[in-house]
């Protein structure tokens, strides 16, 4: 809700112009290995997993709209857990599917993708991110997710 709120999707922007800012796909996620880590437009979000009752941190990336040329265009976040950083260019190697991803499913395509890389010659530079091209409400068999990982 952190980013929802900062592009303005759930009402008035959270942010310094204020200024509503375009939804775009994909939506990434990643659970971190170190949980205080921050990625590029990242908030921390709580959620549970795979029926264990223990938290989660997941960070949660939005691309910006094209119109912002340079991280310094975008509007400033009022929330500090918003952190807004240009990426650069990145090669990944990806697989894409249908369906909700759930936790199991999403880390066996993962754990796939990267024995299949990495047989192929390719180098694993990090851990993976899930990229979702849907709002919520989209029919799950109609959904659109990829399983995407730095590669060199």
């Known amino acids: ?3 929802a709120n900062y592009i303005g ?6 942010n310094s112009k204020p200024e ?8 990434i996620t990643q659970t971190p290995k170190n949980s205080s880590e921050k990625i590029a437009m990242t ?7 795979g029926g264990v009752e223990e938290k989660k941190t997941v960070t949660m990336q939005f ?21 807004i950083r ?11 599917f249908s369906g909700t991803p759930g936790e199991a499913a999403v880390a066996e395509k993962a754990e796939r993708l990267k024995k299949g890389l990495e047989r192929d010659g390719y180098q694993v530079i990090g851990e993976f991110l899930l990229a979702r091209y849907n709002p919520p409400w989209t ?10 990982i730095p590669i060199e």
């Open 63 to 83: 691309v910006l709209p094209e119109k912002y040329k340079k991280a310094e265009e975008a509007p400033k976040p009022l929330d500090e857990r918003v952190v």
């Open 139 to 148: 029919v799950p068999m109609l959904k659109t997710n990829e399983v995407m």
């Open 43 to 49: 908030a921390p979000v709580v959620t549970k997993g």
């Open 1 to 3: 809700m952190v980013l």
């Open 86 to 96: 240009e990426e650069g260019e990145r090669k990944y190697g990806v697989v894409r």
């Open 9 to 14: 999707a759930l009402g008035n922007p959270q």
């Open 20 to 27: 509503k800012i375009a939804m775009t796909a994909p939506v």
